[in-house]
């Protein structure tokens, strides 16, 4: 079943508001194997939604629309599509009832057009609004489904879930999804290492999203039991993780620092932090794990050449002959920073996050990191692109990385 | 000019990601007095997107596409555009080069996929990308205007706002948006105190949007010039002001942390900071200034109380006493910050992030916070709902607030 979204709005036009609703009835509709092919988005011009309408007529089989369904002069969704269809709209006696008993309570006389909100086109089905004053439409006409729902999405999440889910055809399959996260390679060469997948593979498909720091693998398997579409998804991912490994670093909602987590506590070791260029980044994003105080002791955000001095005991004279941004100074400020914290794994960054203090010798995107450990002291270099806040980022986001590869015992960093 | 902004991806048809970018182009054009007529959301399908392009052809003068320009196989935007107006893809050799040397600069292997990037439809303008490695495309043909932009946001608003608004032509009336950040007072308490502009205010119409930490204020001003339409918002900015006074933070882009960076700066002060619960994330925002270390001394994450004793020298039995969460032990890592820092201004916060941890009498959300300045410490208590993210946050935004109303001599805070 081809379907298409269309949200009536002139405020979603002027971009004052963000189409939420789309991305909602997508994912639930995804979840029903039902294929979502157009979004579209139209003012409140009589005209424009009727043309709209016509256009979805002819390549959809279901028509969802949001908005447009209030009692003000603009709300004219009802109206189109009734006149589109050739259909009258007639009084809903029980919702007309509805509505008095609504405005009693609120103590608020009812106006000519919140009367209208009580009419439905002739041959529809009118669907109950819990939330608000705008009942929603189930129409069926000529083989095709019209769904009109109202705009406020606290109106139609609770409508569409709790009604229109329960009267669209159930489909025989589902539509499941997984997203593999993988850091420290590129876009393209990802891409290369598993171009026979991406050629070949249509069930599951394979897409891939470049983050800022991330690239992000989506896996979409089309199934008739939801054990089928996972045993899919497995499969593949297996293959992906043949190819790509270790840079393959998490599944879904799980983040960087959720998996750093679960090392860290598996293996009984505390962290500690320092950190220049991030300016506290890095411990913010090991800190928004929920428990995370029972491995990570401290962070230190040594801004300034004398706070590297007088917190880390990193000496002047390193930072004078090699400059703060090192890999001397930063193996002394993990190494320094091991010890003062009594952790197991002490980190430190420093770089150059920009816009200004680049140099010909030392660029905007230059980063030094260590991480001290029982085993010896890690040094790595990076040169990372984009803006300070993507610079912070991807800085941050490579040394929980860099932590979380030696605590996988994969060595790709040298001891210095 | 009639506008169209089709966005190529089927990650937004499955509900996976929502369409931003439709919203972010609306309000730039708007701005500009440009209307947008419609937003289609199409997949990353060959003939459904050459399709969607034939409707958009018909009755659109000015046509935008976002996503579907990177280097991978199911990005086919280009391809598919150049394919319906019957254009060659030609090699663009400047970006080619531009490409080659990103790739050098990053040590990383160009691929196949890679120089593909570096074709344009025959005719066509490129448009540089400073954030990434995907080039826009600027098309006159037939008297309709296409541009092509990559989809990830940080390199579409850039290419945007820097390159496209430049060369769209001029025209008559334009809508210009003003927001007004407002902290430290709930939205509803806001609308209470501005009831009367909500209620009678047309031109500019004023929308309230409550976010995590703020309430933004979106002022809307039709207008016949560009001068018209900035009296209308400075007036009625001003109408606003009176009657919120200091909970305004900021207007349109400006962060509290930029508000906050020029107010250190025009005094001449300096800053520290000892974060437990919000775990680095104050240094972060305070750090995402470009300039900060001009001001921004170094911050502290003392996690466990261990580090609070060690690190900022909070007497172990202050702890035991009060408990790490209280006005005593914030007052303490403030004022010993100070010292230890040599900062003119020393903020400390201390409290319970969640989920777990909260008592009866500590519960999750409370939060003290402390600022050490020569003219003694002030000291705050605050409790926030959410989860731990939001708390993080409320409470960072709320430190960032106490440092601004200090700054700006508004004592709503008590000497402690």
């Not at 040169?383 to 490579?398: C, D, Q, V």
Request: proline letters at 3%.
């Amino acid at each position: 079943m081809k379907t298409e979204i269309i949200a009536v709005g002139t405020e979603l036009l002027l971009g004052q508001i963000t189409n939420t609703n789309a991305r909602y009835l997508s994912e639930k509709l995804a979840e029903r194997g039902i294929d979502v092919y157009w979004h579209t988005v139209v003012g409140d011009n009589p005209q424009r939604v009727a043309e709209t309408f016509s256009i979805a007529l002819n390549r959809a089989d279901l028509i969802i629309f949001s908005g447009g369904l209030g009692p003000t002069m603009d709300d004219l969704t009802k109206e189109t599509v009734a006149d589109v269809l050739g259909l009258t709209l007639e009084k809903d006696e029980a919702w007309e009832k509805e509505l008095e008993e609504i405005f009693a309570r609120l103590e608020r006389k009812m106006t000519d057009n919140n009367y209208k909100q009580a009419l439905i086109p002739s041959g529809a089905r009118l669907l109950i609004n819990n939330h608000g004053t705008a009942p929603g439409i189930w129409l069926e006409h000529g083989g095709k489904i019209v769904v009109l729902l109202p705009g406020p999405p606290r109106e139609l999440m609770p409508m569409f879930t709790d009604q229109v889910l329960q009267l669209l055809p159930k489909k025989n399959g589902v539509i499941l999804s997984r997203v593999l996260k993988i850091t420290g390679i590129g876009e393209s060469a990802m891409e290369e290492r598993i171009a026979d997948l991406l050629a070949n593979q249509t069930n599951p498909t394979i897409a891939p999203l470049a983050k800022h720091a991330e690239v992000h693998l989506r896996l979409t398997a089309k199934a008739v039991t939801r054990g089928e579409a996972l045993n899919l998804l497995d499969t593949t991912e297996l293959s992906v993780l043949k190819r790509l490994g270790e840079v393959v670093f998490a599944r879904d909602e799980e983040t960087m620092a959720d998996k750093l987590a679960s090392l860290l506590v598996k293996r009984n070791m505390t962290i500690a932090v320092a950190e220049s260029c991030t300016g506290g980044l890095l411990a913010h994003l090991l800190t928004n794990v929920s428990g995370s105080s029972t491995y990570f002791l401290q962070g230190q955000v040594v801004y300034s050449n004398r706070s590297k001095t007088e917190l880390l005991g990193v000496p002047s004279e390193l930072i004078e002959k090699h400059g703060a941004v090192s890999e001397e100074v930063a193996r002394s400020m993990a190494e320094n920073l091991r010890i003062r914290s009594h952790s197991d794994l002490a980190v430190a960054i420093t770089g150059v996050a920009g816009p200004t203090g680049g140099t010909a010798e030392k660029p905007v995107g230059l980063v030094f990191m260590a991480i001290a450990t029982a085993e010896g002291i890690f040094c790595s270099k990076f040169n990372f692109i984009g803006n300070r806040e993507t610079i912070k980022e991807r800085a941050a986001m490579a040394a929980l990385n860099m932590l979380r590869l030696y605590l996988l015992k994969v060595n790709s960093f040298k001891l210095c």
